[in-house]
């Protein structure tokens, strides 16, 4: 079964309002968990590197601003994509390492579209 | 600079061969190198970890190599099936939190 999961799975808004994702851990505790953001046809980028209880790391060229991550639990972290516009329009996937193996496993995703 | 190639964005089989996908990286020292499959609007599903001391781990039908020395990872699909279709990607884990992915390679099986 499905070991990180992700909620909404498509969301469509208006340009100017905030989308929050959450990811969720359901099978062990994730002291770290990540985003990422996929375009079509597209390999996957790494946007930030959530850390529970401390700031996130953002890759360069990645609004912290514009993609706020919260890691408030050790199951729990969210992207919220604020004053969200057209081009932040894509496909989100987070993971979740598991310290027993070193495997990160990801989430399902969530399309978002923004009009 | 760093990379992480794989071989031809895609790759077509007949059903039955064994399908072949590297993963060439320059400029990492990976401790371990995983592969995945990602159906079309689908997040990476894991299908195997290989690490640095490793030279060959086996799935069922799949096999995976890591040569540290030609910086390769070669990724088989034995018996392959129309199910198989998908596209593959590999990640190196630099241990800690660096985590990056390959270009991916389209594979597509035909009956």
């Known amino acids: 079964g499905a070991v990180v999961s992700q909620h909404p799975s498509r969301v469509i808004c208006k340009s100017g309002t905030s989308v929050k994702i959450e990811c969720r851990s359901l099978?062990?505790?994730?002291?770290?968990m990540f985003w990422y953001r996929q375009f079509p046809k597209q390999s996957l980028m790494l946007m930030a590197t959530s850390n529970e209880g401390s700031k996130a790391t953002y890759e360069q060229g990645v609004e912290k601003d514009k993609f706020l991550i919260n890691h408030a639990s050790l199951t729990l972290s969210t992207l919220t994509v604020t004053s969200a516009h057209p081009e932040d329009s894509s496909f989100y996937i987070c993971s979740a390492k598991d310290p027993r193996r070193g495997t990160q496993y990801f989430g399902p995703g969530t399309r978002l579209l923004v009009l | 600079s760093q990379k992480i190639e794989q071989n031809s964005e895609a790759l077509n089989i007949q059903e039955g061969k064994t399908a072949t996908l590297t993963c060439n990286y320059t400029?990492?020292?990976?401790?371990?190198l995983q592969w995945y499959r990602q159906d079309p609007g689908r997040g990476p599903v894991f299908l195997l970890l290989?690490?640095?001391?490793?030279k060959e781990k086996r799935k069922e039908r799949l096999k995976v190599t890591f040569d540290t020395t030609l910086k390769q990872s070669l990724f088989h699909i034995t018996a392959s099936q129309p199910a198989d279709s998908a596209t593959y990607l590999c990640?190196?884990?630099?241990?800690?939190?660096?985590?990056?992915f390959g270009t991916g390679t389209s594979l597509t099986v035909i009956p």
């Open positions: 290989i690490r640095e001391n490793e």
């Open positions: 400029n990492y020292s990976p401790a371990y």
């Open positions: 099978d062990f505790q994730a002291t770290t």
């Open positions: 990640a190196l884990d630099n241990t800690g939190n660096q985590f990056y």
